[in-house]
T-cell receptor
Framework: EAGVVQSPRYKIIEKKQPVAFWCNPI?????LYWYLQNLGQGPELLIR????????DSQLPKDRFSAERLKGVDSTLKIQPAELGDSAVYLC????????????FGPGTRLTVL | QQQVKQSPQSLIVQKGGISIINCAYE??????FPWYQQFPGKGPALLIA?????SEKKEGRFTISFNKSAKQFSLHIMDSQPGDSATYFC??????????FGAGTRLFVKA
């Protein structure tokens, strides 16, 4: 069974530039999460989707961050414009509906903003 | 009230020894307490988890001890091996979805 797929794995951009991250969850998983992980810290939830619906986006900085999950499968997280403080690892995770406790994480995208 | 406090930040253990990582939480509404293991360049992976209706859960060399009255739980790794060297995160969730992670413990097992 394929795990959660994320791309790109690494991204280096100049500040004020836009950037997008892509996630393909495990087949059949209806719940999708985007997390932010700063160096030496635990993951922090940015947004959670149930199918196409964003059911928890309270921690998403909406002035510069946006996300979408069209058709309830793949998801994209965008930052525009990026700031120096956005340098971090962006993790995507998925879980089955009704078994939301077990989250399966992708390898993450390491973003460096110069 | 949403925080999960984890200690120590780092831990060095001899091969064959016991590794112990501790966590404390405030919110009594949390009903699920997982531990995740993360290797460099990888995402966290679920290691073992417990619910507050039991005081201990063991899976192989990994044991969670849970103290509901003290709002604390810990991970014990018995017979620690160099391959266990990783970062470990405790976490707590309410309703299975809103998961709060601790800051992590970097474990190094010396051969």
């Amino acid at each position: 069974e394929a795990g959660v797929v994320q791309s790109p794995r690494y991204k280096i951009i100049e500040k004020k530039q836009p950037v997008a991250f892509w996630c393909n969850p495990i087949s059949g998983h209806n719940t999708l999460y985007w997390y932010l992980q700063n160096l030496g810290q635990g993951p922090e939830l940015l947004i959670r989707y149930e199918n196409e619906e964003a059911v928890d986006d309270s921690q998403l900085p909406k002035d510069r961050f946006s996300a979408e999950r069209l058709k309830g499968v793949d998801s994209t997280l965008k930052i525009q414009p990026a700031e120096l403080g956005d340098s971090a690892v962006y993790l995507c995770a998925s879980s089955q509906r009704g078994i939301g406790d077990t989250q399966y994480f992708g390898p993450g995208t390491r973003l460096t903003v110069l | 009230q949403q925080q999960v406090k984890q200690s120590p930040q780092s831990l060095i253990v001899q091969k064959g020894g016991i590794s112990i990582i501790n966590c404390a939480y405030e919110n009594t509404a949390f009903d699920y307490f997982p531990w995740y293991q993360q290797f460099p360049g990888k995402g966290p992976a679920l290691l073992i988890a417990i619910r507050p209706d039991v005081s201990e859960k063991k899976e192989g060399r990994f044991t969670i001890s849970f103290n509901k009255s003290a709002k604390q739980f810990s991970l014990h790794i018995m017979d620690s091996q160099p391959g266990d060297s990783a970062t470990y995160f405790c976490a707590a969730s309410k309703g299975g979805f809103k998961t709060i992670f601790g800051a992590g413990t970097r474990l190094f097992v010396k051969a």
